[in-house]
């Protein structure tokens, strides 16, 4: 009987032999692949790793620079995964064709960690089933982004934003300071907390029509108010935060390296999590289905994203619906929320743009006290849209997008093989010169059709904002 120990020299001198073979296959597979895509030098094992560490804080750049140099398609090696990064628009606009058969349908590759997490067809992200992802997004888009949907929302951002100028306020009275010769008292605040608690009590509402207190909650704390009550929804988002993680983590990081031990502490920590926020959304949807039968007659039911995906999906069970709404609550906040405070930072550092949009506040609204954002008024604002366009522009909410090729396809001359995973570009293809008069400037009137001067200059690309100070003062 040999033991393990008796093993141990026979494995160590083989060890390198294995190496050996290793690192030759996967050149040989590397020199001999059918279709070669230019791109920096990947290693055996990691890939093309240590070069995404190195750039760890400043993805977008070092994906910018790989495409000036390699141009519209590329290969990286994320450990000996192999993808291909786009950022030719011909190619990106093949595949995020809208048509149902499109070949680039599926974002991710389900049984690489997502069936771990058995989400393979929950929600819209991941959704590799066409018939499940379409039926959730008539849902999505009755509830969400339609015109009568967009109408209740801005009411909801409206009574959000009102009862922020509240909380605005009593802060300023609270702690608000006389700064140099300035006539009104002031109080320097981080915006970001704010902005992520906006959309985040924002998604609740359009989900639940429930309101969560999240904003009244986070003043409460700054100003040192001792909270009688808990709010369990804040330790839900933070949880959901790490959950995300989770779902990242399985994707990317190969199952025999989760499992190692100590990374194995790790891996458990994240899934969790996962699973401390699945059960509190399955019991967010237990407690619905609960109210949903009690009431007699099911018009009064309210339109949201919660009753709509119980009524019309009721194949579903609590799990998969708590799902559904945990992750459009985690895709509702980041991306806004982002988008809204790089939209603060770029106007209020441009004297022309910020009077532009101030201009347009004042033409557009009627700002006596009755004022009211209604959508049609939103939808007379063209600079303040050119803004926000620029901003997604040069700070977009993703910096890439993920599909996988079905089956193998000729775009022009690039030849796309069967089960590739193409990423898009994205901050690559918002920066092309190719498509972009002097693409790092900060110009919102290349998107209008009158030519205005050109503002500013910002290079280092980032697409979270983390902190952003902001000076508030009441209004004169
Ligand atoms: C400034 C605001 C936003 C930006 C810039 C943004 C950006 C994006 C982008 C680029 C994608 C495509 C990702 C891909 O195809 O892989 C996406 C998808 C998605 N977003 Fe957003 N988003 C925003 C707001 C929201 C909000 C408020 C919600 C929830 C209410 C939301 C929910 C989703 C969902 C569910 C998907 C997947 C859609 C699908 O499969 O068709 N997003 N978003």
């Given amino acids: 009987m040999f033991s393990l120990k008796d093993l141990i020299p026979t494995i160590l001198d083989l060890l390198p032999l294995a190496i050996l073979l290793y690192i030759l296959k996967f050149y040989y597979d590397y020199f001999t692949r059918s279709i070669p895509y230019p791109g920096p030098f990947p290693l055996p094992i990691i890939g093309n790793l240590h070069q995404y560490f190195y750039h760890w804080n400043d993805m977008s750049s070092w994906h910018r620079q790989l495409s000036s140099k390699y141009g519209g398609i590329f290969e990286l090696y994320f450990g000996s995964n192999k993808y291909l990064m786009i950022s030719d628009s011909r190619i990106v606009e093949r595949i995020l064709n809208t048509a149902k058969n499109n070949n680039y349908f599926v974002r991710i590759e389900t049984e690489k960690g997502l069936d771990k997490l058995q989400k393979g067809n929950n929600g819209l992200l991941f959704n590799a089933d066409v018939k499940s992802w379409t039926s959730i997004k ?6 969400i982004v339609s015109p009568n949907a967009l109408k209740t929302a801005i009411k909801y951002i409206d009574n959000i934003f009102q009862d922020l100028e509240m909380l605005w306020d009593n802060l300023i009275d609270k702690k608000g300071q006389f700064l140099n010769d300035e006539q009104e008292r002031s109080v320097d605040i981080d915006f970001i907390p704010w902005s992520k608690l906006i959309f985040a ?3 609740m509402l359009l989900i639940t029509s429930k ?3 999240l904003l009244s909650t986070h003043y409460n704390r700054i100003s040192n108010i001792k909270l009688n009550q808990k709010n369990s929804y804040e330790e839900f988002l933070d949880r959901l935060v790490i959950a995300s993680d989770c779902v990242q983590y399985y994707t990317t990081v190969p199952s025999f390296i989760r499992n190692l031990p100590i990374i194995n502490i790790h891996t458990n920590y994240l899934y969790k999590n996962l699973l401390w926020t699945r059960n509190y959304a399955s019991n967010l949807v237990k407690e619905r289905r609960e109210e949903i039968e009690r009431i007699e007659n099911k018009e009064e039911l309210a339109l949201d994203f919660l009753n709509m995906l119980l009524t019309t999906n009721t194949s579903m069970n609590d799990e998969e619906v708590g799902d559904n709404i945990a992750e459009m609550i985690s895709e509702g906040i980041d991306s806004p929320s982002n988008t809204l405070s790089f939209i603060i930072y770029y106007v209020s550092n441009d004297p022309d743009i910020e009077k532009n949009v101030l201009d347009e506040i004042e033409k557009v609204f009627d700002l006596g006290s009755n004022f009211k954002v209604t959508y049609e008024d939103l939808c007379k604002l063209e600079y303040i849209d050119a803004v926000i366009k620029e901003v997604l522009r040069v700070r977009p909410a993703t910096a ?34 190719k498509y972009w008069d ?35 003062s009441r209004r004169r």
Avoid: W
């Fill in 138 to 143: 008539k849902v999505f888009v009755r509830t």
């Fill in 201 to 203: 009590e924002f998604i």
């Fill in 211 to 213: 309101q969560f207190n």
């Fill in 400 to 433: 890439t997008i993920s599909r996988f090729s079905n089956n193998p396809d000729q775009i022009d001359n690039y030849k796309i093989p069967a089960s590739t995973q193409l990423v898009i570009n994205v901050i690559g293809l918002h920066m092309n010169p």
């Fill in 438 to 472: 002097e693409p790092t400037k900060f110009n919102p009137s290349r998107f209008l059709s009158i030519v205005t001067k050109d503002p500013s200059t910002r290079n280092n690309i980032n697409t979270q904002c983390n902190e952003l100070k902001i000076r508030i």
